[in-house]
Structures are given as C-alpha cells and as structure tokens.
C-alpha cells in the first residue's frame, strides 16, 4: 500500500486530496516535524500500533459524547425538581391576582377617613378663599386710601395756590411790602381800596394770609422800617412817633408792634 502524507500540526494543512509531488521538500520557514512524527506513514501500520503519535484518535461511543450527556443531564435534572418540590407550590405560591387585591384593600380608606379627608380639603379651601378675599379687601383699602391722599393733597395745593383773582393779589402784595413798609391792616387797605389793588377783601385777606404762611413779611421790621422813614421827614417824640404808627390815618401798626419799632430807634 502506498504511504500517505501526513503533515505536522505545525505545518499549513494542505488541500484536499493533494498529494506531494515527486522531489518535493517542505518549506524550512514551517519549522521541525514533532520528534518521533512520520510525514510519510502506511495506515496500516498505524491502525495496528495505536500508541504512535500520529495513530488517530479513537472514535468515542455516541452515549458518552458531551452533546449527548449534557442536554441528557439537564432534563433528568428539571424532571427531579418537578417531582419533588410539585406538592409544595399550591402552597408557597399566592393565587393569581392576591397581591393586587391586598393592595387595593390597603388603598382604600373607611368611610370615617375620607369623609375626615374632605373635611380637611373643604376647610383648606375656605381658608384660602378667606385669605384672598382679605388680601384683596386690604388692596382695595389701600387703592381708596392712596386715591383720597392724592385728591387731598391736589385740593390742599389748589388751595394754596388760590383763584386766579387770590393769586394776583398776592402777588401785587409781595409788590407792595417790597417798595414800601406796610402793616397787616394797612396792606389789606391798600389791597382793597378803590385807589390800590380794588382786590375784593377775600381775595386781599387771602393774599396777607400766604404771604405770612410763605414768611413773606415780618409786620415787626415793617414797623421799624416805618418808623424810620417817618423820622427821616419829621423827627417826632416817643409817643408822637407811636401814635403816627398805630393811627389808622397813619400805618395802622398794632400797639406792640409801633413799641418795638420806638425801643428799637431807642426813644
């Protein structure tokens, strides 16, 4: 029988049914055969020497094959566990549905707790609209409240502003307590008389009135001032200098004021 070529593990396997040619050498970058490893070898003689290394290896029985054992293993093994833990699963295991049902139970409340629970939303509720409207009562009080200062405050500027009529007259009085010294008496004279400013006397009083307010005029140096000019044209006596002042032909000075104005030029 002729020998048949047998490559080492190491070297490339070749085609299939290829076989060298005559003269042929293995390639050196292959390596070494294995020791003891016939390229060239009979069958025969290796069937009837099984201990060769390159003898095949025998072919295992079918029932100790591991494709064979392992699925084999896990059957036996769930039928085991179906026989012996069978009897305990009625047991162990809660009927389909249980433990939704439990849950429910627990979710629902007594008659008791959801009438307590709409009582206290029913209360929160109210109590929120009470603090509402408050709230909003306070706003509107605020609004009226800001409303009526504003107009207070617009009506108190009109009044101290005066009518147009009131408003000339204070002007023209500040005109005349400017060029000239006058008393309170004697300014409203000259503010309503017929040859002056022919302001009606609301109107003057009006205009006295503001200008005081304003610190216009002080009626004491007025009447110092008019006493000066008196003694500057006719020098007079203490009590001739005084009745001048508080005459109500002269500058209608009040009594006080007229005393002062005398003390003050040292009669």
């Not at 006596?237 to 005459?247: A, E, F, K, N, P």
């Given at each position: 029988?002729a020998?048949r070529?047998?490559?080492p593990?190491?070297?490339?396997?070749?085609?299939?049914?290829?076989?060298p040619?005559?003269?042929?050498?293995?390639?050196?970058?292959?390596?070494?055969?294995?020791?003891g490893?016939?390229?060239?070898?009979?069958d025969a003689?290796?069937?009837?020497?099984?201990?060769?290394?390159?003898?095949?290896?025998?072919?295992?029985?079918?029932?100790k094959?591991k494709?064979?054992?392992?699925?084999?293993?896990v059957?036996?093994?769930?039928?085991?566990?179906?026989?012996?833990?069978?009897?305990?699963d009625?047991?162990?295991t809660?009927?389909?549905?249980?433990?939704?049902?439990?849950?429910?139970?627990?979710?629902?409340?007594?008659?008791?707790d959801a009438?307590?629970?709409?009582s206290?939303?029913?209360?929160e509720?109210?109590?929120?609209?009470?603090?509402k409207a408050e709230?909003?009562?306070l706003?509107?009080?605020?609004r009226?409240?800001?409303?009526?200062?504003?107009?207070e405050?617009?009506?108190a500027?009109?009044?101290?502003l005066?009518?147009?009529?009131?408003?000339?007259?204070?002007?023209q009085?500040?005109?005349?307590?400017?060029?000239?010294?006058?008393?309170?008496?004697?300014?409203?004279?000259?503010?309503t008389?017929?040859?002056?400013?022919?302001?009606?006397?609301?109107?003057a009083?009006?205009?006295?009135?503001?200008l005081?307010a304003?610190?216009?005029?002080?009626w004491?140096?007025?009447?110092?001032?008019?006493?000066?000019?008196?003694?500057e044209?006719l020098?007079m006596?203490?009590?001739?200098?005084?009745?001048?002042?508080t005459?109500e032909y002269?500058?209608q000075?009040?009594?006080?004021?007229a005393?002062?104005a005398?003390?003050t030029?040292?009669l």
């Amino acid at each position: 029988m002729a020998a048949r070529y047998n490559p080492p593990p190491n070297w490339p396997a070749p085609p299939a049914g290829w076989t060298p040619p005559a003269g042929w050498q293995p390639d050196p970058a292959w390596g070494p055969a294995p020791d003891g490893w016939q390229v060239w070898i009979d069958d025969a003689v290796v069937a009837s020497d099984p201990t060769r290394a390159d003898a095949p290896a025998p072919s295992r029985p079918w029932f100790k094959k591991k494709r064979v054992i392992i699925p084999g293993a896990v059957v036996l093994l769930g039928i085991a566990i179906g026989v012996g833990g069978g009897g305990d699963d009625d047991e162990r295991t809660p009927p389909a549905g249980a433990a939704t049902q439990e849950a429910e139970q627990k979710d629902e409340k007594s008659p008791q707790d959801a009438a307590a629970e709409a009582s206290a939303k029913a209360e929160e509720a109210a109590a929120e609209a009470s603090a509402k409207a408050e709230e909003e009562r306070l706003a509107e009080e605020k609004r009226l409240a800001d409303e009526a200062a504003a107009a207070e405050a617009e009506a108190a500027e009109a009044a101290l502003l005066g009518t147009l009529s009131q408003q000339n007259a204070y002007g023209q009085a500040k005109s005349y307590v400017e060029t000239m010294p006058f008393s309170r008496a004697g300014l409203l004279a000259q503010l309503t008389s017929e040859y002056g400013g022919q302001f009606p006397a609301e109107d003057a009083e009006f205009a006295v009135a503001r200008l005081e307010a304003d610190g216009g005029v002080d009626w004491l140096a007025e009447a110092v001032e008019a006493a000066e000019s008196y003694q500057e044209v006719l020098p007079m006596s203490r009590q001739g200098l005084i009745d001048q002042l508080t005459s109500e032909y002269g500058s209608q000075f009040t009594l006080e004021q007229a005393t002062h104005a005398v003390d003050t030029l040292g009669l």
